[in-house]
């Protein structure tokens, strides 16, 4: 628009000197200007593009192959072509990054009438998440850089990285183990394992409750009692809130919180007990932009900003996969973890105090925290008071600090482990399964 109006003014000013060359070459930039303009919207309009994702599921490591296409639909010739396909800041913030391309993602071509070209590149996946792969940017306009078209052509697609999952080599999962692990406060639940003491025989008693030896001793027939308790299986506890993982030890932490976390799952359910999650972190789905793709923008910035994904972190609302037992437990917990992301909205204290209703009382709860909190501390002891089985992971790597953050816990009667680094996930395992 500004050259149009300096185009005008120069041509008013050619009148009034009386210069017909001036006036001719005026005549000229505005036919040139018009010219360009038609065409660059007529390329831009006639342009599509596609996307094709070698596997939208992934594991650590592996290689991820994406092929673009892009067509002209007209009948005119398009004299360039800037493709680029957008992916998230997210995937390229540290080092090395969640995302590493092994190829440029990024093309400049040119496309004859009817003609369709191809952009192949792929990169390795380094570190679980929740990836936005696009939308296509289109950039294309005039041969002289006077009118530029930026489009955003195809709708994204997510890529889901799984969490890499710590096996327990070597160990047999069905050792022996006790039939209950939590001593129950009710009598809902019977150990015939664990005996508590005898009564007098009462109408109705199995002949397998009988304890002979009493019988024998007293001469009257007398019942075994047995301690309350129950096969517990587990609820994971996972806090993920940004205060609690300094900057300085990112992603290092958090990965290794997320990685704990679903392998102490896949324990329990190979073991085919009841198994859940509940986490205050916020699921990256839920923050994915899937509206505005077919715009037309005035600069690359602009239509990286429309593809981006959004950045709100604020949840009150806690995640949770009920704990139960059931085949597809873990790969629900399993996807869940996948996309969690950090949230600053609820801490971990006022999360257990939102969710304690919804966890069952008969699943051990393992709680993974990465610092030392007073007010976590006190709703963990509060859930020991209440009948709950409490243990919790403590995420650090000092063993000066994870004295200090085990040390409030220790006391108000809390099984600790110290999560130091992945062969430290193998030595939990073992523990839970033993316990």
């Known amino acids: 628009m500004k050259w149009v109006v300096a185009v005008l003014l120069v ?13 001719y070459a005026m005549y000229s930039l505005l ?27 992934a594991e650590i490591d592996d ?30 913030e540290h080092s090395p990054p969640s995302l590493e391309l092994q190829s440029s993602r990024i093309k400049l071509t040119m496309l004859r009438a009817n003609q369709s070209k191809k952009l192949q590149y792929h990169f390795k996946c380094n570190r679980r998440g929740f990836y936005q792969l696009g939308p296509i940017v289109l950039e ?19 890529l889901t990285v799984y969490p890499r999952v710590v096996p327990i080599d070597g160990y047999e999962l069905s050792s022996r183990r006790p039939i209950g692990e939590i001593k129950m406060t009710h009598r809902l639940f019977e150990d015939p394992t664990r005996i508590a003491g005898v009564r007098a025989y009462q109408e109705g008693d199995p002949l397998n409750r009988i304890h002979w030896r009493a019988t024998a001793r007293t001469g009257k027939l007398q019942s075994k009692i047995y301690e309350s308790s129950t096969v517990a299986g587990l609820t994971v506890v996972l806090d993920f809130h940004e205060k609690a993982f300094p900057r300085q030890h990112e992603p ?28 205050n972190g916020r ?3 839920e923050r994915m932009r899937r509206q505005g793709w077919d715009v037309e923008l005035g600069n690359r910035q602009q239509a990286q900003q429309v593809g981006a994904m959004l950045t709100d972190n604020d949840r009150l609302k806690p995640l949770q996969v009920p704990t139960q037992r059931s085949s597809e437990q873990f790969y629900r917990i399993q996807e869940l973890l996948a996309r ?10 006022p999360l257990l105090l939102e969710a304690q209703s919804r966890i069952p009382r008969d699943a051990t709860v393992l709680a993974i925290i990465s610092k030392q909190n007073p007010q976590s501390t006190i709703a963990l002891e509060n859930m020991v008071r209440q009948g709950f089985a409490v243990s919790a992971m403590i995420n650090v790597f000092e063993p000066t600090e994870y004295a200090r953050v085990s040390g409030p816990l220790i006391a108000a009667g809390i099984a600790t482990y110290h999560l130091r680094d992945n062969d430290s996930i193998i030595h939990i395992c073992r523990k839970q399964i033993l316990r």
């Open 11 to 23: 041509l008013g000013f050619s009148f009034v000197i009386g210069s017909d060359l001036l006036a």
């Open 31 to 57: 036919t040139l200007m018009a010219a360009s303009l038609w065409l660059s919207k007529n390329w831009s309009a006639q342009l599509s593009a596609t996307r094709e994702c070698s596997q939208l599921k």
């Open 63 to 92: 290689h991820v192959g994406i092929e673009l296409e892009v067509t002209n639909r007209g009948k005119l010739p398009v004299p360039w072509i800037l493709l680029e396909d957008v992916l998230s800041k997210k995937a390229f």
């Open 140 to 158: 294309t306009g005039d041969l002289f850089g006077l009118h530029r078209r930026f489009q955003i052509k195809s709708k994204p697609q997510y």
């Open 252 to 279: 290092i932490r958090s990965e290794l919180a997320v990685t704990a976390a679903v392998s102490v799952a896949n324990t329990v359910q190979l073991l085919g007990h009841q198994v859940g999650l509940l986490t």
């Open 283 to 285: 699921d990256a789905a």
């Open 340 to 349: 969690i992301e950090f949230s600053d909205g609820l801490e971990f204290g």
